[in-house]
């Protein structure tokens, strides 16, 4: 397999030494107690299943070789906290040269604490991945959740996902492309030791580039509400 079959999702790494820059300048100039700190790790893993395909007759063996490099870099500030991730891995079949794939996965990531009661976290993501077995999928995802507690016992949660796909449907086996919005909200009441209630409001829109056949809608959302409840070891769970 060439690595020109894996570009689509190549280019975010462009902007990884950008980032390191931007990075290393707010830890330098921010605040003195800033810290960086960078990590590389490498890994290979070899994994051997005698049944690849579970089947009762004709079993053929598998060995799938892993060869991962993983990076991490992070800035630990006293009310913010900023992560850059970049993990690599490759997989080689060693009899199904088709499933053979390159994963790139990037992330950045904060955390922050805007006010006192208040902490936040926010993210972007990319996940991408293609072989000649089952073609390119790719996910990119931006994120932003939070919590405050609004009394000394009642917390407010909440937050928001945007995610941007080109992936396979399960039912037809088409490859799709789509963008799904969620949004949650929600609250937890702690009302002794081990006893609390949470009430949580969930509502997520899916939203296609085309239509597949005519049984499937072009757009589809999903409302959901949960309701937590327990007391004492005893417990009370309800999803609508």
């Given at each position: 397999m060439k690595v020109t079959d894996f570009i689509p999702g190549f280019w975010i790494i462009r902007f990884i030494p950008l980032m390191l820059a931007g990075?290393?300048?707010f830890a330098g100039q921010v605040?003195?107690?800033t810290v960086?700190?960078?990590?590389?790790?490498?890994?290979?893993?070899?994994?051997?299943?005698?049944?690849?395909?579970?089947?009762q007759t004709g079993k053929q063996e598998e060995f799938i070789t892993a060869y991962a490099l993983q990076f991490t870099a992070g800035i630990f500030?006293?009310?913010h906290q900023l992560f850059l991730s970049y993990s690599?891995?490759?997989k080689d079949y060693k009899n199904l040269d088709d499933r053979d794939r390159l994963n790139h996965y990037v992330t950045v990531?904060?955390?922050m604490s805007p006010a006192k009661h208040t902490d936040l976290s926010y993210g972007l993501a990319y996940d991408g991945n293609s072989d000649e077995f089952s073609g390119e999928t790719r996910r990119h995802q931006a994120f932003v959740s939070g919590t405050t507690q609004?009394?000394?016992?009642t917390r407010l949660t909440y937050g928001h996902t945007y995610a941007d796909l080109y992936d396979r449907r399960a039912r037809t086996g088409a490859y799709t492309e789509h963008v799904r919005n969620t949004t949650r909200a929600g609250i937890d009441h702690q009302y002794g030791?081990?006893?609390?209630?949470?009430?949580?409001?969930?509502?997520?829109?899916?939203?296609?580039?085309?239509?597949?056949?005519?049984?499937y809608p072009v757009c589809s959302c999903r409302i959901r509400f949960l309701l937590v409840y327990s007391q004492a070891g005893d417990g009370y769970r309800a999803v609508i």
């Open positions: 990075m290393g300048l605040h003195p107690r960086f700190q960078a990590m590389p790790v490498l890994s290979i893993t070899e994994e051997y299943q005698d049944n690849f395909f579970s089947t500030h006293e009310r690599p891995t490759y990531e904060g955390n609004a009394k000394k016992n030791p081990r006893n609390h209630a949470r009430v949580t409001f969930l509502y997520e829109f899916d939203s296609y580039e085309k239509r597949i056949r005519t049984l």
